[in-house]
């Protein structure tokens, strides 16, 4: 068990640190393309990035996740597994990629036509690297995904900023995205050699079993991009593009957040794949997962509440001062994204993605009409309100779900009281050092994640998950000392 502990270590911090240096190549990217190629540009090259991705994404049918729960599940031949996938996989990107093609044909004006298509082939090597990070996650490898996805990104935006810097050109930046994805596979194969089948075939048997699996998984990709987007668009619409500007600068804080709980969820996955009948050992890992949600969700939001409006002066400028409202609204949503995101997980895990796909399609529903409510009389305040609600009913019935399949207590309250407590005292400590230095924010946001540390380790003793395997897995990588055989769990 200790080894199951470094591995939830190792590769979340792994998964972590790969995507916080993927989002700063990125930002710089980004920030060139929309000084250097004006915002008409900017915003094709964005509308085909996003929508192509969506496409490729939603068609993959959970193939990619499907695999690592029966990996990690069943005794079936991996060969056959991994071919039936595999072969499912690639017709599907090949059904995807001429469809993208033949719209690209329709572009216009004629000059995005070549975007359309680099930016098609692009997104279909990265369903297909989609598929390969599920063979190494199931195998417990997020190393290797985390260096293709580094290289990946390095590769963009050196060659982007680059080209942006000595020839300004929109198909040369799409050409840019294109090399990077293209070497980010190839180096994650490269990697991953050692632990990709050498021969595979395809099994109809097996075909027929996931099929019913990949459904409704699909229903769930496609519901969930639209509750994400649900409020944007009617704000859009309903009261202006001004007020989009305010509740997105706001979002993409939260956004970025929320690469912690996917993170996290990536990496407990395979677990609750593997002890999907192993209850005591479920409600375990489900109890350690609640625990370390209220670990750093609630420290967040206490310091979000009192640096928000420091924080949103500074970095946005006075015309967003609207934003910081609805940060502190969106604060509440921590909680229910961060477990939620474990849960879908879970769900799938037990076997309860159709009754996932049915509460994910009842939150959209409940999303759309408290927006189409909300905005009329509150604004962009109203839309806030209905995402955290929303995302709260989401959770709520997600968890009665994993409680009535696992028929056990999952929430590890005294965790949370101490939570608490810790995260009341950080926050007097925060505003002692605001009202000190006159709403300078960076040194109580540097003071106040030590201060909460310092206070969790004197009632370290309390905490459910004091001395867990996880807990000394962290001691000994602070110590230096070896994480250990990875190969030694499927």
Known sequence: MNLIGKLLVKNTLWLFLANVL?????????????????????????????????????????????????????????????????????????????????????????????????????CLIWTMRLFFVSVTRSRLQMKNESISFC????????????????????????????????????????????????????????????????????????????????????????????????????????????????????????FFSKWHQDTEQLVSLIRFSFSFSGFVVLPFTVAGVLLAPSIFLSVYGPEFAGSIPVFMVFLALLLPFFITTLFNQLLLALDAQVQNFWISSLTAVVNLVLNLIFIVYWGVIGATLATVISRWIDFALTYFVAYKRLNAHMLPLTDYWIYVLASVLMGGVIYLFLYLSAGYWILPAVAGPLIY????????????????????????????????????IH
């Open 22 to 122: 993927a989002k700063l190549f990125k930002l710089g990217l980004v920030i060139m393309m929309a000084r250097q190629l004006g915002p008409a540009a900017f915003g094709h090259f964005s509308y085909f990035l996003s929508l192509f991705s969506l496409i490729y994404l939603v068609l993959d049918v959970g193939i990619s996740q499907v695999y690592v729960r029966e990996f990690q599940r069943t005794d079936v031949d991996d060969t056959t597994l991994f071919g039936t996938s595999i072969y499912a996989k690639t017709l599907m990107s090949i059904i995807t990629l001429l469809l993208l093609l033949g719209y690209s044909v329709f572009v216009q004006p004629p000059e995005l036509k070549i975007i359309a298509i680099l930016t098609s082939l692009s």
């Open 151 to 270: 290289v990946e990104n390095f590769v963009t935006s050196f060659l982007g900023i680059g080209f942006l810097f000595f020839c300004p050109s929109l198909p040369l930046v799409a050409f840019a995205y294109f090399l990077g994805a293209l070497m980010g596979l190839v180096v994650l194969l490269a990697l991953s050699e050692d632990i990709l089948p050498l021969t595979f075939r395809f099994e109809m048997g097996i075909f027929r079993r996931l099929f019913p699996i990949w459904v409704p998984v699909l229903g769930t990709s496609i519901v969930y991009p639209i509750i994400s987007t649900t409020d944007t668009v009617l704000l859009n619409w309903m009261v202006g593009p001004e007020s989009v500007g305010i509740y997105q600068a706001a979002y993409k804080f939260i956004q970025f957040l929320g690469l912690i709980p996917f993170v996290f969820a990536s990496v407990m996955y395979p």
């Open 453 to 488: 540390c310092a206070i969790l380790w004197l009632l370290r003793k309390r905490i459910s998950w004091y001395g867990s395997p996880a807990i000394n897995s962290i001691l000994e990588i602070i110590r230096n000392k070896s994480i250990g055989d990875q190969n030694a």
